[in-house]
């Protein structure tokens, strides 16, 4: 006997629901949040589609913990505390054990990002998975795009590059050694939103963006936003293991400028302010406008949908 | 040339982002939003699905109007002012004609519910349409299913089976005059939420839901969550001109009693409350359990996507 939409929900998601800003989780006709006093809320959407965002055969666990990390960086981007999330998800049948490992992969992450499912949406149609985040910022402070200033040096979180050569590996294009694979698979299926440190960041950067287009686009919509010129070394780029161990090291800086979905934070350090842990310095903002990073690489190398 | 997905997003969507609730719209990586002291959030998050949950080849500006109208129900049914909205929008092309098109019907819901788009997500894919809304309640006060009580009223706003009724003009099942086929049309492209209606409730009605799912369906899910028997009264349903043109009295109540998508609001009314205006009492609230028209209808009538 197929699933109804009411007991599906119930069954595999309700349980995810319960946080400390949560006042009403799934089951009315809206949730209610709570903020504190003195906070404002954050919000943004990110929808995933298969056969674009992820490819088709991708396994559930990693489309569920995927779809929220995508979406929870944009809190990560802006300096706010996660307080909930919404989940639209179209799904083309009521399949038990693909909603059962899908709806492990989710609740993996709202552990891990303590971002509890308060509210969805489904419906039949082909796979796309839209998630909506919810959190919470000072009401006198949030990491902006548009603060960077001259001066300031240029950071990034983790390394770059991975999620493409991912990609690469999937589509047979390179064949690295086993270990490199695995480490890269998981970089692409399994991102992290960098939500710690967005909060370390909060009143500290100037200007932040996460990296979800490719390194050159999103340093683009920074250079736009505050006026400015960011100059990229990409012989400071990191770059994994996994990519240097790739024959041509062209390729991997390639990755590392203009792939997208690495989810790692760009941001803006006035002179004076020391960077967290596990972030490196590429650079700095000059006067001008625009990014360069001293190679002929078309910036708009990040993905465009249309 | 085509379009990119930020040229498109900007040149359709980000006018309608001003609010008053709204410090920072479309084009960082969150919108932020105030709520007042005292408030609470309410969300709710829908999907429309082309070939679903409207018929493909209906205009773009009514499905722009609808999804928000659909997913604004239910800030009405929880009585909560809104203060913003995002949007998930995946096309199968950018298709300039259409965007265009479609936001206008955006516009139109935008102005209408004071509702500003406030965020987005635009992908390539099957058309698809999730609208997440935001509003304020107070911290001490909501809508909820939970609160009908014996000898509470049942109440229903405007008239029902309007949009079942379209469903089958379209589909060529019933020919009523023109005037009715205009009216029913509208009913089922523009349906509007009942926003002051809620407003109005808040504090007064013991409980409420939005009817999406058909009178009986949603009815139940009061039942439910307060554990009575809701007893309706078939002889009282509001029903259209239209509805009362149709040849066979009992299709008509039918569809008054199971057709979905009317988004009018369901509600129960304490002794010696008074109804608002536009409102009909059609049953009341007793012990039990369930729902009971008296007649032999499915209850389950709701549209199930599973």
């Known amino acids: 006997m197929p699933l109804d939409e009411f007991t599906l929900i119930y069954r595999y998601f309700s349980a995810l629901g319960r946080g400390e800003a949560v006042d009403l989780s799934v089951g009315d006709d809206c949730a209610i949040l709570r903020l504190a006093a003195g906070e404002r809320l954050a919000t943004s959407v990110d929808t995933m589609v298969e056969g674009v965002h992820f490819p088709a055969g991708t396994f559930p666990e990693d489309i569920g913990f995927r779809a929220v990390s995508v979406a929870a960086s944009d809190l990560a981007a802006m300096g706010a505390r996660p307080i909930g999330m919404t989940l639209a998800l179209t799904l083309p049948a009521a399949d038990e054990l693909w909603l059962h490992a899908f709806s492990q992969g989710l609740a993996a992450a709202v552990a891990r990002y303590r971002l509890p499912l308060v509210g969805g949406d489904t419906t039949r149609g082909p796979l796309t998975i839209t998630v909506q985040v919810l959190g919470a910022l000072p009401v006198d402070r949030a990491l902006l795009r548009g603060g960077a200033a001259p001066g300031d040096a240029l950071y990034v979180s983790g390394c770059l590059g991975d999620a493409a050569a991912a990609l690469a590996v999937l589509a047979g294009d390179w064949r690295p050694e086993p270990g490199h694979v695995e480490y890269l698979m998981d970089r692409f299926n399994r991102p992290v939103a960098r939500i710690e440190l967005g909060l370390a960041l909060l009143g500290v950067a100037s ?75 590429i650079g700095r903002v000059e006067p001008g406008s625009g990014v360069d990073c001293g190679l002929d690489i078309d910036i708009a190398g990040g993905y465009r949908h249309f």
Request: proline share 9%; hydrophobic share 45%.
């Open 207 to 281: 200007a932040a963006i996460d990296i979800s287009d490719g390194l050159l686009a999103d340093a683009g919509h920074i250079a736009d936003a505050s006026g400015v010129l960011l100059r990229v070394d990409p012989g400071l780029l990191p770059l994994s293991a996994a990519l240097l161990s790739h024959p041509d090291p062209d390729q991997a800086r390639r990755w590392a400028l203009t792939g997208g979905d690495d989810y790692e934070l760009l941001f803006c350090l006035p002179a004076g302010a020391t960077a967290p842990p596990g972030c490196t310095r």
